[in-house]
């Protein structure tokens, strides 16, 4: 699905939309407007890098620019028409040393029943990438939430420490249509699990995860996830932390 747009600072038009199935995917939708060449050469100065036009004055003359990445937890930059150019502003997290970062691979697998399946991989900075100890994080929701290709404090956190850590968009996740969402109604400890499960496998397939050193931790439906997944396939993973889970829907349903 579209999950947002590109707004034109001069006149509100849509000059671009936005996909997220793996990294953001810019498509341009507008390219007669002439702020689609400004947007161009901004992004064109920021390689590998998400940017938006945040806010502007009422003229378009003065234009807040957003730009972020899986490194980047976000900056903004003030562009002026008049001059051409762009002045920084500020930095969320401003002591994230963006060199030292660790830098999310977007991946895609055919699940058991064959519906085509969205993750992320946050790698550690300095690694090759192969049988690292991997945290396979779920999501919470499992109705609409989903993971997307961003700066994430808690991924980079392990991944300072040397840990992989694998986000799941399983059925149910929002991005991808009502039907792909309305996959996870009754799906729980299945359809939802067995996604998890058999990206876990994919990890250790391709070469990414050490099959002997793979914990599952999340919070919310991520918690109800983690304690679930390792009660189907107990010898898959070694470790299981649930925080402020969702473990029990009838009663969650009473109250």
């Given at each position: 699905e579209v999950s947002r747009w590109i707004s034109s600072p001069s006149d509100d038009t849509v000059l671009a939309v936005v996909t997220e199935a793996g990294a953001p995917r810019i498509t341009l939708v507008d390219e007669e407007h002439p702020d689609t060449e400004l947007y161009a050469s901004l992004a064109g100065a920021f390689p590998g890098q998400v940017v938006d036009f945040s806010s502007a004055t009422r003229d378009g003359k003065q234009i807040i620019v957003s730009v972020y990445s899986d490194k980047n937890p976000g900056e903004l930059y003030l562009y002026d028409r008049d001059s051409g150019k762009a002045r920084f502003l500020l930095k969320g997290r401003e002591w994230v040393d963006t060199a030292k970062s660790a830098s999310i691979?977007?991946?895609?697998?055919?699940?058991r029943d064959g519906l085509k399946i969205h993750g992320y991989l946050t790698?550690?900075?300095?690694?090759?990438?192969?049988?690292?100890?991997?945290?396979?994080?779920?999501?919470?929701?499992?109705?609409?939430?989903?993971?997307?290709?961003?700066?994430n404090p808690e991924a980079q956190l392990f991944a300072s420490r040397g840990y992989a850590t694998m986000q799941v968009n399983f059925r149910g996740s929002g991005g991808f249509g009502k039907a792909f969402e309305d996959k996870a109604y009754g799906q729980w400890r299945t359809g939802i699990m067995n996604d998890i499960i058999d990206a876990t496998q994919w990890a250790i397939k391709v070469g990414v995860a050490d099959a002997g050193r793979i914990c599952i931790y999340g919070g919310s439906f991520g918690g109800y996830s983690a304690m679930m997944a390792p009660a189907r396939e107990p010898d898959l993973f070694h470790c299981a932390v649930g925080y402020v889970g969702m473990y029990d829907a009838q009663i969650q349903i009473k109250r």
């Open positions: 691979r977007s991946f895609s697998f055919i699940a790698i550690p900075a300095g690694s090759n990438g192969k049988n690292l100890p991997l945290i396979v994080n779920p999501h919470g929701g499992p109705m609409g939430p989903r993971d997307d290709w961003r700066y």
